[in-house]
């Protein structure tokens, strides 16, 4: 297979209400990127790839008209996808086969999310995303099936909230030295605990904010990437794996479509052992337990990601580091570009330039992704 | 190094219809994947990644991917959903499958406009908001300034905009197509004008569409001597945003960028390979324009068509189905009906309307209706793959 390598990244400030439009970060997103890359000129690039999630947020129809010149992309090739929150995750995945084609030697990708049009919540647009004639009536909420997912998750391995809680603490520590984070904070498990419960198991500080913000990173072959970097970090392994909409029908306890697609990954990367092989893990986080959730999947061994959180493994000094750019819960949470924002950290943290974050002797990490409705899960296997 | 070659392998299609509504959208796509691996002689089990074309307003449902892989058979397989027409997300399967990252995979699309309202306003939902939404009650008024762009540059008339919109009527009485009908140019210019120089019969009505259709490499195109080579496909930018300040009226500047790529992929001008084309022409001067900008002449175009030339039996045969004025406007799907079509002109089962001694097709289709952005695919059978 054709090589393929992040050769730059860049991204906006992720804020509950950022000033900017959806087209104003995008290029933002976009000229941070290609300066990462010793300002390289957009017409050097041979196409673009885009990820936003629902339409519904920037009230556009078929948005990907936002992103068209706000990216440099009028006359080059432009598409987007989107597969919910999985999304950023996604679209390094797409990214990675338009270079492995052939097709195009460089490629840019980008994310962006604005979720504060929808004022004074997005809520009551993900009910959109619901099944219409059995779901949609019963005016669902996202809280609740998470909160049905992280009961079930902690009756599975015996967790208290105790523990669960702990993420948020590392979390917001970590983003608290990332540069564009929104909710980096020094906070304490008592304060999760003492947060207001949205709806039981879950409490305020479980969940990752809304947010507006855009990522970008550049993808070259590897013939491209010896030329505009010494540093290229190479994507040699992507999957995504997409679950039953029936979501009521599975066992909630863990999340095998994650599982699926990182062993999919690691396959194309040759990885056999993930926690021996893999120095930096970037797993969704969206909601504290989910972190754990997703990291059992990308582990692919149920009950073990509280046993590394127990012992301080997952924390930025610990053996297995989870989410140090601070993850969902600390950076922010505007749905695509979140995704796209943990590929972009391995890119620091591969290439040793994640600053205060960095993970000493990073060679190989994992990013990964999910969404829909609680049913696909993306990853990419990153090397240095 | 080298990169997979890709095929088609089975396509399966419920007939375009002004009205699906016996079925729900889920039963309709479960239909077409059925009839797609029955065509392509493959278990849903051996298919390894599902691509997508879907829009979140058309489906009334936000993230509609959500609800393909129980339909299809690719539940806890690769997903990959692609906002835009079925092309586009065939161009992103047909890079997957080239890369190397699988072997087998389907791409699926369907449309129901019968069940939208306010079509119009999704559409107009997809310009600026500040400066286009307030002036266009009515988005294909875009059309009509496009369309007479069109004509002030090529020397085109009414009339041909009137034997395009007939020739594919009649197409479409062949095929079965829901708008089907004989009739000629002379009728047409009796119609009124909908968004001048657009007649009414001019602009593509509405049909409900769901295809799948089979792509494998060429490890699965050597068992099937039914398999169709899918030499490139190729999703060219547009000149424009969503203020379509910067837009290239009456032009379709995108079509040259494709072709280039089709021919350094087939070593030839393509236009010259074909036998036939599918194009998802919304209204009937995007057909001609379509046809000018791959010939690279707008007197040609319309040279041909008075001529007869793309007639069916004829030197270039475009829009044999019928197209989207004799078949409907399947939004989103649009582009699944015409590819699905020419894969069964190069199969020699497209019945009535079946080009004699069809190897070489291009496929042609528009991001959507108002777009000047779009998709080619070059498929070729036989001695001609």
Redesign the interface.
Known sequence: ??RVAIVGAGMTDFRSMLPHSSPEMIREAVKRCLDDVGSLSIRYVD?VLCAS????FD????????A???AG????????????GGSGV?AA??G???V????FDTLLVVAWEKMSPPYPHAQK??Q??F??VIEQPLGPNLIWIFALEMRRYMEAHNLTKELIAEVAVKNKANALDHPHAQLGARITVQDVLNSEVMVWPVNRLDISPTSDGAVAILLASEQEARKLTDTPVWIDG?????????WTNRDLAFP??VY?AAQ?AYR?AGIVNPLKEVDVWEPYDPFTYKELHHLDGLLGRPGLAPKLLKEGQLHRDGDHPASPSGGLLGVGNPIAAAGLMKVAELYWQLSGRAGKRQVPNAYVGVAQAW???M??GTVVVCRR | ?G?NKVYVLGVGGLPPSTSMRELDFREATFEAAVRAYADAGVEPDEVEG?FSAE????E????A??????QVG???????????DFL?AL??A???L????MELAVVESHARPSEIENYND??R???D?HCLRPLLADPYVLLGLDARAFLRSSGCTTHDLSSVAAKNSRNAALSGGPYGEEVTAEQLEEDPFLYEPLRRRHVARFSDYVAVVVLGTEKWGRRSDRAVELAMV?????????HQW?RSWGKM?WVG?ALD?VRSAIGTNPIRAVDLIEFTEFSAHQELQFLSAMLGSDGEAVRMLRAGELDPGSTLPLNPSGGCIGNGNSLNSSGARAFVGAVRQLRGEAGRVQVRGARAAIVGSL??EISD?GTLAFLRTGDAA
């Open positions: 297979m054709r196409g999630a629902p339409d519904a009230g556009y129809h078929d948005k990907v008209s936002i068209n010149e706000a992309a009028i006359g080059k090739p432009i598409t987007r996808v989107f597969v919910g996604a995945v797409a990675w086969y338009h492995a084609s052939g097709l647009l993900f959109t995303i099944e219409p992507v999957a995504t794996c997409l679950d039953s909409q029936y095998y479509y699926l999919r194309m969404g829909d409705l049913q696909v | 190094m990169f599902l829009q979140d307003f058309v009334g449902i936000s993230i991917d959500e609800y393909t892989p129980d690719t539940r806890l397989k690769f997903n990959m959903l692609v906002a835009g586009e161009f992103h047909y890079m997957a080239r890369s190397g990252m999704v559409l939902s997809s310009l908001p190729w999703s060219s930018g547009t000149t424009s945003a969503a910067m500047e960028a790529r991001h959507s952005s």
